[in-house]
């Protein structure tokens, strides 16, 4: 089984702290994925790497930034962490893209509330 | 941006019912159009897609409807079951660039049977 795994489930950081969450995948995938999860507006794309070292943004970055130092691995971090990034972070990785590769495998999830 | 309009934002049905979720899209960069099933306290999984060369998907109870010159696509589910109860998402591919291989989702529809 395709295993993406994030590093917690849940966090609790206060206002203004540097915040890191982890997403480790074992598939070999090219591509890895950072989304946030808010009721009414879906999941929100926030970073996107396709290769170690390579990063693109996505449609919220505003506030945080990506290290992708391994290909298992994808960092996300909260510069400064404020209340409105209180959200669910899901990681997501998948194979460079072909006709045949396309499917996207998530992680369970981190809830973060930032008080 | 690109965007992908997905209604309803809630859904309750019967048991033994049918349950029909629509997706609107902007431009993509290829006709691949996914469903995504989440149950809480889980990430999302592919539930079925649909590829170009075809306008109707079935898997089981359920079925992906595309129609291009409309640029939408629908989920329906027949004979829905408790067992489904759980937030939907539709998905396109953003045209373009080295935005290839990244999804963008729809809000999202929390789809509720009542047995």
């Known amino acids: 089984d395709v295993k993406v795994t994030q590093s917690s489930r849940y966090l609790v950081k206060r206002t203004g702290e540097k915040v890191f969450l982890e997403c480790v995948q074992d598939m070999d995938h090219e591509n890895m994925f950072w989304y946030r999860q808010d009721p009414g507006l879906g999941l929100r794309l926030i970073y996107f790497?396709?290769?170690?070292?390579?990063?693109e943004k996505g449609d919220i970055p505003e506030g945080y930034s990506v290290s992708r130092e391994k290909k298992e691995r994808f960092s996300l971090i909260l510069e400064s962490a404020s209340t409105n990034q209180t959200s669910m972070y899901l990681c997501?990785?998948?194979?460079?893209?072909?006709?045949?590769?396309?499917?996207?495998?998530f992680g369970q999830g981190t809830r973060l509330t930032v008080v | 941006q690109q965007q992908v309009k997905q209604s309803p934002q809630s859904l309750i049905v019967q048991k033994g019912g049918i349950s029909i979720i629509n997706c609107a899209y902007e431009?993509?960069?290829?006709?691949?159009f996914p469903w995504y099933q989440q149950f809480p306290g889980k990430g999302p999984a592919l539930l079925i897609a649909i590829r170009p060369d075809v306008s109707e998907k079935k898997e089981g109870r359920f079925t992906i409807s595309f129609n291009k010159s409309a640029k939408q696509f629908s989920l329906h589910i027949m004979d829905s079951q408790p067992g489904d109860s759980a937030t939907y998402f539709c998905a396109a591919p953003l045209a373009g660039g080295t935005s290839y291989g990244k999804l963008t989702f729809g809000q999202g529809t929390i789809l509720t049977v009542h047995p």
């Open positions: 997501a990785s998948s194979f460079r893209w072909t006709l045949v590769n396309t499917e996207a495998f």
């Open positions: 431009n993509t960069a290829f006709d691949y």
């Open positions: 790497s396709y290769d170690v070292k390579m990063k």
